[in-house]
């Protein structure tokens, strides 16, 4: 028998302590980073940036009764009985990502960037830790290093669901004079976005997707780079 990977619903908030509790909060727990959750980031983004609506409704809410995932892309199905984490992204759902995809840095009211990841998981339990780290690839630097610990959604029997995670973006390493904001030395170039996922099984995971940074359309001419 599979086990059930997630919780019927949004993505929820969970108390660090609470594994065996099912989640009853629509928001999501970051922690690691400040007390009480509220800078889950290493990075120059304000983590009042989230104030968007983080407890989203699927745009395709299944009902379960499918008992294999979706495998035309991964290749993956309950069949194979091993966890499993596929990278993606969206903001109000699951959206799927293929190698040289576009991902928006999205620049955030309180004048910060972030970019915005999510995962499935394959036979993992509902309540996991996900770290969420974001490279750029040619400086070979981490630009976005983030933890959270979420309840993930029912898709099928195996596989569950979470998205609208925030990877915000540090570029203080990579600086180049007066070039300092993440359109200025991200637009589009190459990023990895890496999902390593864990669960109180021990079970730990992790996949890798590259995808091409492209700046928010208010951040257009203030990159001084051509999208050609």
């Known amino acids: 028998m599979h086990r059930t990977c997630g919780t019927r619903g949004a993505p929820g908030l969970v108390r660090a302590d609470a594994w065996l509790e099912p989640p009853t909060s629509m928001s999501i727990l970051r922690y690691g980073c400040v007390a009480l959750g509220l800078a889950c980031t290493s ?7 989230s104030d968007a609506d983080t407890g ?17 892309d991964t290749g993956w199905s309950c069949e194979e009985g091993s966890p499993h984490v596929e990278v993606g992204t969206g903001d109000s759902g699951y959206e799927p990502l ?11 009211p309180q004048g910060g960037w972030h970019v915005l990841g999510s995962a499935r998981l394959w036979n993992m339990e509902p309540i996991v830790d996900i770290h969420f780290v974001v490279t750029d690839i ?7 290093d983030n933890v959270y610990r979420v309840a993930t959604v029912v898709e099928t029997e195996c596989t569950g669901l979470f998205w609208g995670m925030y990877g915000y973006l540090d570029v203080r ?7 300092d904001t ?10 990895r976005m890496t999902l390593i996922v ?14 091409k940074a492209v700046p928010d359309p208010q951040d257009l001419n203030d990159t001084g780079v051509s999208e050609d």
Request: without cysteine.
């Open 43 to 49: 990075g120059t983004d304000s983590p009042k940036d």
């Open 56 to 72: 989203q409704s699927p745009s395709d809410d299944t009902d379960g009764s499918d008992d294999t995932a979706s495998t035309d």
């Open 98 to 108: 293929s190698s040289g995809a576009p991902v928006t840095m999205v620049h955030g």
């Open 138 to 144: 040619e400086r070979d630097a981490v630009v976005a």
């Open 173 to 179: 390493e990579i600086e180049e004079g007066e070039l």
């Open 182 to 191: 993440p359109p200025e030395l991200l637009a589009y170039q190459d990023l």
């Open 198 to 211: 864990s669960d109180r099984t021990g079970a730990v995971v992790e996949s890798s997707v590259v995808v």
